[in-house]
């Protein structure tokens, strides 16, 4: 069974902006109940160094959405490229698609997200591509199928996005609906509150 979105936040004690919007009202979870899940969930809990690691990487695969399998494979191309191990994963996971998508502010959620580009909405350098996990590169060029931006998953999108700040490494032309991926992400440009040595290492065993 499938753990509810509110719960992976309050278990990691994190916000980890899963619901898009509600995150950012006094609905959300972590403002009502800011402590984890379950019966002793209030009690302090002395967490190991390999419980750290474990509950780093959790938060980081239920951020970008991936399940374990998906996410080691990740780490495993990672280990290959050159540099720093942490930062081409999170290169490698800024540039997914579906997290592309979200960045542009084209949907509320990385899930969200992901249903967009299941659906074929999107289209990249002019081909459809319907690959959640369709990893970009410098200079690809993203788009919503023709006749699809009045469809309800992008419903009043050109005037949230007016209030909306992409990422500096995404060139957003507001006019066209058409995101550009400018340059490659770095680990700043991820802004994710997660100790990436915690995860290298917990692979690392």
Same mark, same amino acid.
């Given at each position: 069974? =499938? ?10 004690? +994190? ?11 006094? =609905? ?28 780093? /990487?959790? =938060? @980081? ?13 990740? @780490? ?18 800024? @540039? ?12 509320? &959620?990385?899930? /969200? ?7 074929? +909405? ?5 081909? #459809? ?8 590169? /410098? ?13 309800? @998953?992008?419903? %009043?999108? #050109? ?13 957003? %032309? ?7 991926? =400018? ?5 700043? %440009?991820?802004?994710?509150?997660? %100790?990436? +040595? ?5 692979? &690392?065993?």
């Amino acid at each position: 069974m =499938k753990e509810a979105s509110c719960r992976k936040c309050r278990r990691v004690n +994190q916000k980890l902006f899963l619901k898009g919007e509600r995150c950012f009202t006094p =609905k959300c979870a972590m403002v009502k109940k800011p402590y984890p899940p379950g019966l002793h969930g209030k009690r302090r809990r002395n967490i190991s160094e390999f419980g750290a690691q474990l509950a780093e /990487k959790q =938060k @980081l695969c239920q951020i970008y959405n991936l399940r374990e399998r998906q996410f080691e494979r990740y @780490l495993n191309m990672a280990s290959k490229e050159r540099g720093i191990i942490g930062n081409n994963l999170l290169k490698n996971l800024e @540039l997914r698609l579906d997290n592309f998508i979200f960045r542009l502010g084209w949907a509320e &959620s990385r899930k /969200k997200a992901r249903q967009i580009v299941n659906h074929g +909405q999107i289209l990249v350098n002019g081909k #459809k591509t319907d690959i959640p996990s369709f990893k970009l590169s /410098k200079g690809d060029v993203v788009t919503i199928k023709r006749g699809k931006e009045n469809s309800v @998953l992008f419903k %009043d999108l #050109k005037t949230k996005l007016k209030k909306y700040k992409t990422p500096d490494w995404i060139l957003l %032309d507001l006019d066209k609906l058409e995101g550009k991926v =400018k340059s490659l992400p770095t680990q700043e %440009d991820a802004g994710v509150s997660v %100790d990436i +040595q915690m995860v290298v290492e917990y692979y &690392s065993r």
